[in-house]
């Protein structure tokens, strides 16, 4: 809190020191300075703007006041924008923008932000219900005694009121109040609408005698919580925007919750539920038409359903099918997914490097193996999108296996290994194969798909390397007093004669500018690193740039991650000088260049080396 009244401050006083608010034409923020059109800029206080906490530097050029902030800038200019009341659209660091991602890729991104910060709830609670479904398959522990039923509570708690915590974790996504979020889910699993649904005696409730609200148990849902609260972003937002000041306090709140919540009664929530039930009923189809066709969509579908919730939609199939014939097939399939699923958690081991990591990925393959894929997909599996994919390929084939040698079950059971016992007689051994399968698959697949993480550092040193061929240029030469009087860290530039930009040491993709002319590092050991492409390319709004790299992939030496278009740049009458700066300085006790860096240099040899303390 601290922090942000901090900012705060800044924000106020920048304003201040550049005249004022009616002072200001427009603003907007490049990878580390924030950028001021003015009506006047003999208004401006540079003397006072340089006192500021924060503030590394200013400078006027080209008809702006560029204020230095570093690579923190965003932080500061969404407080700017809030303080000036304007629409803040620095919010993604994606290069690609999500309105160039795919619907299911950004759906995937969606859902891996939300589940992000969930992910401890879930591994352990999965972990625990995992175990106790273990010991009960054993006969170790009764599901009946007191001790089970506790220690269920436990685990169930987390899956039974999901709803919660994805509300709590989307407002953050989709920068809304969390406790109106908190609130719409509070309003879906409201005991009267859990235990009417429970009772199936209504299937709606007439609001003001006029609008049915379908009933329906929204416990453990996923889809619906997600779609209300990105409603709600937008309600809260322009009922925000309407009102006048006086009035937002009390009204804005009660306004958004009332039709948000409604909204999320009567169509959002409903929607996914019916979703769930075609699902369903598609899954019945298709048994009628061909089990090993059924085997494959449910293979392919089982996955990306757990995903969104809607897998609750296909037990009641497996219960009617044991009523009716005394045996089921989907639920060998849905055990099938599970291990698929795992599989292709197991093979990202051997690909993260932190200890962080490697550590959820062990629990959650854990806990997949004793069928509780969540802390796997939603932990995992949304971060790597190819391994998501591998195990709905596993998921599908080993689905298709069993179905065709007609592998069934005959009671009720949690898909886990050790529902194994459950298939012994004719089925066991296709049963297991189909487990080989689906293991074997997508650990398979995700092995060759999925890149190996850059080597965790475990010294202090970082090689710094030539980020493209061209010529060398001290820092002290660039033009641009921001970078030459190393305001924002030391580094070098160079001058390229392809274009083609590497990126300078092994890590990972920490930030891509929207108009991709900066893209930001970090190694493994904490040092940053800013490649800026061109000075005063922000202005070209991203025309002269190629990205080939996206946030969180690891790069080395030998990962191109940009092409520059130098002939775009020099009709723009820009300079298209590549500087490379260490942004942390604080934490470098050293940085040396090699001997004899004067002249042409191919991309990838050694520079200097930074030492960090």
């Known amino acids: ?43 401006i206080n540079y003397k006072e703007l340089e ?47 999500s309105e160039k991602k795919g619907l299911v890729s950004l759906f995937m991104d969606t859902v891996s932000g939300v589940f992000g910060p969930i992910v401890p709830a879930i591994a352990g609670a999965g972990m625990i219900k995992g175990l106790m479904a273990g010991l009960v398959a054993l006969n170790v522990i009764s599901n009946e005694t007191p001790t089970f039923q506790v220690i269920d509570m436990l685990a169930s708690g987390v899956f039974t009121f999901l709803p919660f915590f994805v509300a709590a974790s989307a407002a953050r996504i989709f920068k809304t109040n969390q406790y109106l ?73 009660t306004i958004s919750l009332f039709v948000g919540g409604l909204f999320a009664l009567t169509v959002i929530g409903p929607i996914g539920i019916y979703a769930g039930n075609l699902l369903a009923e598609g899954v019945s189809w298709l048994f009628t038409i061909s089990p090993i066709l059924a085997g494959v969509v449910v293979g392919l579908i089982r996955p990306i359903a757990i995903l969104t919730g809607l897998h609750h939609a296909m037990t009641p199939i497996a219960l009617q099918n044991f009523a009716n014939q005394g045996y089921d097939m989907l639920m060998p399939m849905m055990f099938m997914a599970n291990m698929a699923i795992t599989g292709a958690t197991i093979a990202l081991y051997k ?19 004793l069928g509780i894929t969540e802390p796997a997909l939603f932990g995992v599996l949304t971060k790597y999108k190819k391994a998501f994919l591998a195990a709905t390929i596993g998921s599908a084939v080993s689905s298709a296996f069993i179905s065709f040698f007609g592998v069934r079950i005959y009671g009720y059971i949690l898909s886990s290994i050790f529902s194994l016992p459950a298939y012994i007689g004719q089925y066991f051994i296709y049963a297991v194969l189909g487990i080989v399968i689906a293991i074997g698959i997508s650990f398979a697949i995700t092995s060759f798909l999925v890149p190996k993480q850059a080597v965790e550092y475990t010294s202090n040193e970082v090689q710094l390397n030539a980020v493209t061929d061209g010529m060398y240029v001290p820092l002290e030469d660039v033009n641009d007093d921001v970078f030459s009087t190393k305001m924002i860290g030391d580094g070098y530039a160079m001058k390229s004669t392809s274009g083609d930009i590497y990126s300078p040491v092994s890590g990972t993709v920490q930030t891509i500018f929207p108009t991709k002319h900066a893209i930001g590092l970090v190694t493994g050991n904490g040092l940053e690193i800013l490649v800026h492409m061109g000075i005063d390319t922000v202005s070209l709004g991203g025309e002269a740039f190629d990205i080939f790299v996206k946030v969180g992939e690891s790069v080395t030496p030998k990962t191109k991650i940009a092409h520059v278009n130098l002939e775009k740049i020099k009709q723009a009458q820009k300079d298209d000088t590549i500087i490379v700066v260490v942004t942390n300085m604080d934490k470098v006790q050293s940085l ?22």
């Not at 020191?17 to 009506?39: D, P, S």
């Not at 906490?53 to 407080?79: A, C, F, R, W």
């Not at 809260?236 to 006048?244: A, E, H, Q, S, T």
């Open 51 to 97: 006192k500021i906490p924060g503030v590394v530097g200013t400078k006027y050029q080209s008809d702006q006041l560029q204020i230095v902030i570093g690579t923190n800038v965003v932080d500061y200019y969404e407080v700017l924008a809030k303080e000036l009341g304007i629409e803040n659209e620095s919010d993604s660091n994606d290069s690609q923008g």
């Open 592 to 613: 040396s260049g090699e001997q004899n860096l004067e002249g042409e240099h191919l991309a990838g040899s050694t520079l200097g080396n930074a030492i960090l303390s």
């Open 1 to 43: 809190m601290g922090n942000q009244v901090k900012k705060e401050e800044v924000a106020k006083q920048i304003v201040q020191h550049v005249g004022g608010k009616e002072n200001i034409n427009n603003v907007w923020h490049c990878m580390t300075r924030l950028r001021f059109n003015l009506k006047d800029k003999e208004k």
């Open 181 to 253: 979020a908190i609130a719409i889910a509070a309003t879906l699993q409201f005991p009267t609408m859990t235990a009417t649904a429970a009772a199936g005696e209504i299937s709606n409730f007439m609001l003001f005698g006029i609008l049915p609200v379908p009933v329906f148990n929204y416990a453990g849902t996923v889809i619906p919580i997600i779609f209300a609260i990105l409603a709600l972003s937008y309600i809260y937002r322009w009922v925000d925007k309407v009102l006048p000041e006086i009035l937002r306090t009390v009204f804005t709140p």
């Open 351 to 369: 690909k993260v490097q932190t200890k962080e990591e490697k550590s959820i990925i062990i629990s959650a393959a854990f806990s997949g193996l």
